[in-house]
């Protein structure tokens, strides 16, 4: 699978919380990576291909007045054109993933009615999801980063696994799916490890896989009983 | 918890502590996180298939 991640921020080097993002990108993985207002001039061609390419778009970036920053837009405006998007009825776009990675300022607890912002982050990035809509593409539920300077070691490092889930585990996020992602991400995990610690990672590479059938044969079981007890 | 859990979740630990690049511990202990979840759903599996195997009015 194929993930394209589009950042928009105004001064990327001097924001924390994409510059741990973008240390967090997962390795040996198909994923693109561009930062919007680094490109001198938008070369619409090569942009439209690249969406042409991948799987998964994710659109990064602060909610600035509660919409993605100016170069955003101005990319929108520039490289999806009415007949790339749907003009010429070939959706070029459609059944793509489209993901927003948003950063705020203020808790989560702020983005909701009768909250501090008064707005859910659904309804400020309504317009983004309209666009999708429109392109036929799929929305995945927002991932948002909420006061990222206040964070705590425990929450970066779990910050680092989500993130990289988002960009590349298959949706929805299932216990199923979330296993299936550690799963297959284990072998290349246990690769790289010094010599003398890949026999404890396969071991638990064998627990794990064990723990994971356990769980299905138990669900079949219940829904062997369930459907005994529909009869 | 089962023992085996257990097991699991300490030598994710200890391998997680042995790992010095940030991005390589934040993936052994969302593993562990992973397990965690692992044995919850477990438990929670394995109590419905006894509360629903234990049905007197059905005896």
């Known amino acids: 699978m194929t993930t394209l991640v589009l950042v928009s921020h105004p001064h990327l080097a001097d924001s924390t919380s994409q510059q741990f993002l973008k240390a967090s990108l997962p390795e040996n993985t198909d994923i693109v990576w561009e930062h919007i207002e680094s490109q001198a001039h938008l070369d619409v061609a090569k942009e439209q291909e690249q969406l042409r390419q991948a799987d998964r778009i994710i659109l990064q970036f602060p909610l600035y007045w509660y919409a993605a920053p100016a170069g955003l837009k101005a990319w929108e405006d520039t490289v999806l054109t009415r007949s790339f998007v749907y003009g ?76 990289q889930r988002y960009l590349t585990q298959t949706q929805p996020d299932s216990l199923q799916a ?36 356990d769980i299905e044969a138990l669900a079949d079981t219940l829904s062997l009983i369930k459907e005994r007890d529909d009869d | 918890m089962t023992e085996q859990s257990q097991w699991l979740q300490l ?31 477990n438990d929670q599996l394995s109590g419905e298939v006894d509360g629903r195997t234990w049905r007197p009015d059905k005896w």
């Open chain 1, 88 to 163: 010429d009825h070939r959706y070029p776009l459609a059944d793509k993933e489209l993901g927003i990675v948003v950063t705020t300022g203020m808790p989560a607890k702020a983005f909701q009615r009768g909250g501090a912002e008064g707005l859910t982050l659904d309804a400020a990035l309504a317009p983004l999801a309209a666009v999708a809509h429109r392109a036929k593409m799929t929305w995945l539920p927002t991932f948002a980063i909420h006061q990222f300077a206040y964070l705590e070691e425990p929450e970066k490092l779990q910050l680092v696994v989500d993130y």
């Open chain 2, 11 to 41: 030598q994710i630990d200890k391998l997680a502590e042995q790992q010095t690049k940030f991005t390589d511990r934040a993936f052994w202990l969302a593993l562990k996180e992973m397990v965690r979840e692992q044995d919850r759903r």
């Open chain 1, 178 to 213: 979330r296993q299936t992602w550690f799963a297959q991400k284990l072998p290349g995990m246990i690769d790289q490890l010094p010599p003398e610690q890949q026999a404890t990672g396969r071991l638990i590479e064998a627990e794990f896989a064990q723990q994971q059938d």
